[in-house]
C-alpha cells in the first residue's frame, strides 16, 4: 500500500508540474514581439530590423519589430518590464535603457537590474572624440592639455542632454579632469554642423556617423573612445592607448526578457541569438552599419547581467559629478 501510495503522489505531482513546463518546452508556437524602444528609423530601429529576418527562421516563429519610442525609452522598456514572462515579449534594451537612465531619472518605474532576465549582450559602437578641423591639438594628450588651459572659453556639443553624444563626453571630462561648458542641440546632425563650422570645439559622436567626416577633412579625429581599435577607423589610436588607462566610452545593445522567464525559454533565445551572430552576413552588415557584433564570451546572460550592472556604476559616476538629470 505504501509504494501505490508513493506512485500515485509522484503522479500527480507530474501532472501538476506538466502545465506550467509544457508552454516553456513549446516555446515559441505564436508569433514573437522584439520591442524597441525608440521610434522607427533611428539606429537601434535599423539594428533590430536586421536581426529580425534572422530570428525569424531560426525560432521557426515570425519576430515582429514594435517601436514604442516615448521619453528616452522608458515607457517601451517599462512595458517589457511588466509583460508576461512566456517569452513573447522582448526588449531590445540599450546603453541608455539599461545605464544612463537608472541615474539620469529619478522615478525610473523600472529596475533594470532586477526587472530583467539577462539574454545576451549583442552589439557595440565605440564613440570618438573629435573637434573642429583647426583645433591646436593632434593627439588625446595635446587635447587634454590645451582643453585644461582654455577651459573658459571652450564649449563642447551634444545632441542633447542626457544623449549618447553628451554622457560620452561627460564621461570623457570627467576621466581627464577637465571642466567645460556644454551646448546641447535637438538631435545629432545640427550638433555635427555647428562643430564643422566652427562654432563648437569638439563632441563626442558615434564611430559611424564621424568616420566620414574625418575622411572627408571636415572634422579631426583625436582618440577612440575604446580599450582597442576599431576596423573602422584603424588609424586613429584609442584613448586607452594614449594615456587613459581602460578608457571607454561605447553604446550597446543586447536583448532582455521579463524577469521570471522560464530558463528553458531564456536558454532558447540566447542559443538563437548565437546563432544569428555565428552568420557572416550578418555581420557583415553590422560592420556597414558601423557596428561590432561582441566576441563569443561575452554573450552569455550571466555577462550580460554583470555587464549592466558594471555599466550603472560606470556611467553613474559622471552623470553625478556634472549634475545631469533628465527628470
Known amino acids: 500500500m505504501p509504494l501505490i501510495r508513493l506512485i500515485a503522489l509522484i503522479a500527480a505531482l507530474l501532472a501538476a508540474l506538466a502545465p506550467a513546463t509544457a508552454p516553456a518546452q513549446d516555446w515559441p508556437n505564436r508569433p514573437v514581439t522584439l520591442v524597441v ?6 539606429a537601434f530601429d535599423v539594428m533590430a530590423r536586421v536581426f529580425t529576418p534572422y530570428l525569424t527562421q531560426i525560432l521557426g516563429q515570425q519576430v515582429i519589430v514594435e517601436n514604442v519610442g516615448a521619453a528616452a525609452g522608458i515607457v517601451g522598456t517599462s512595458r517589457v518590464a511588466k509583460a508576461a514572462p512566456d517569452g513573447y515579449t522582448i526588449l531590445y534594451g540599450t546603453v541608455g535603457t539599461h545605464a544612463y537612465n537608472p541615474t539620469l531619472y529619478k522615478k525610473l518605474p523600472y529596475n533594470a537590474v532586477t526587472d530583467f532576465a539577462p539574454v545576451a549582450l549583442v552589439a557595440e559602437q565605440p564613440m570618438v572624440l573629435i573637434t573642429r578641423k583647426d583645433f591646436p591639438a593632434d593627439t588625446l594628450p595635446q587635447f587634454i592639455a590645451y582643453v585644461k588651459a582654455n ?31 556644454h551646448v546641447p542641440y535637438r538631435g545629432g546632425g545640427p550638433v555635427m554642423a555647428d562643430l564643422i563650422a566652427g562654432q563648437v570645439h569638439y563632441m563626442c559622436s558615434n564611430s559611424a556617423g564621424a568616420l566620414p567626416q574625418i575622411e572627408s577633412g571636415t572634422v579631426k579625429g583625436i582618440a577612440l573612445l575604446a580599450r ?13 592607448e594614449q594615456g587613459l588607462k581602460d578608457f571607454e566610452a561605447i553604446t550597446w545593445t543586447g536583448f532582455f526578457l521579463p524577469k521570471g522567464t522560464p530558463p528553458e525559454i531564456v536558454d532558447k533565445l ?5 546563432q544569428m551572430m555565428a552568420t557572416p552576413a550578418l555581420a557583415e552588415r553590422m560592420h556597414e552599419l558601423g557596428v561590432t557584433l561582441v566576441s563569443s564570451d561575452r554573450r552569455s546572460p550571466q555577462y550580460l547581467a554583470d555587464f549592466v550592472a558594471r555599466e ?10 556634472a549634475g545631469i538629470h533628465a527628470d
Not at 524602444?37 to 533611428?42: K, S
Not at 582597442?228 to 586607452?240: D, F, G, K, Q, V
Not at 540566447?270 to 548565437?274: G, L, P, T
Not at 550603472?312 to 559629478?321: L, S
Open 151 to 181: 577651459a573658459a572659453k571652450l564649449q563642447y556639443g551634444s545632441a542633447g542632454v542626457g544623449s549618447t553624444t553628451h554622457l560620452g563626453c561627460a564621461l570623457l571630462n570627467s576621466a581627464a579632469g577637465l571642466d567645460v561648458t
Open 228 to 240: 582597442e581599435r576599431s576596423s573602422l577607423i584603424p588609424t586613429l589610436a584609442t584613448a586607452h
Open 270 to 274: 540566447h542559443a538563437a541569438i548565437v
Open 37 to 42: 524602444p525608440f521610434a522607427a528609423g533611428g
Open 312 to 321: 550603472i556604476e560606470k556611467w553613474g559616476a559622471p552623470i553625478k559629478a
